[in-house]
Nanobody
Framework: VQLQASGGGLVQAGGSLRLACAAS????????VGWYRQAPGKQRELVAG??????MYADSVKGRFTISRDNAKNTVYLQMMSLQPEDTGVYYC?????????WGQGTQVTVSS
């Protein structure tokens, strides 16, 4: 599975961005999809994910970020609102098929104060 992430950029605190992750296969066939981020000097962390009928968010983004899927476009989105400097990092989309994990190339999100 190939994943192509896009939509990152530079935004001021309080602003919004929408990330998109286009998959090379039908996302309805994926066991799980999600967005991770990696801040400078920190480990990669799960931000939001969908597995089966369940959606989860990291506590730090609850109420501000929304993950969604467009099956017709084979694309997963991450709508990010009220962005804060601590949201800065490289955002990666991820999917799982069986026991295999696949990663997109990452897109940089920078939030200025």
């Amino acid at each position: 599975v190939q994943l192509q992430a896009s939509g990152g950029g530079l935004v001021q605190a309080g602003g919004s961005l929408r990330l998109a992750c286009a998959a090379s296969r039908r996302i309805s066939t994926l066991n799980a999809v999600g967005w991770y981020r990696q801040a400078p000097g920190k480990q990669r962390e799960l931000v939001a994910g969908v597995s089966g009928g369940s959606t989860m968010y990291a506590d730090s983004v609850k109420g501000r970020f929304t993950i969604s899927r467009d099956n017709a476009k084979n694309t997963v989105y991450l709508q990010m609102m009220s962005l804060q400097p601590e949201d800065t990092g490289v955002y990666y989309c991820n999917c799982r098929v069986g026991w295999d994990n696949y990663w997109g190339q990452g897109t940089q999100v920078t939030v200025s104060s």
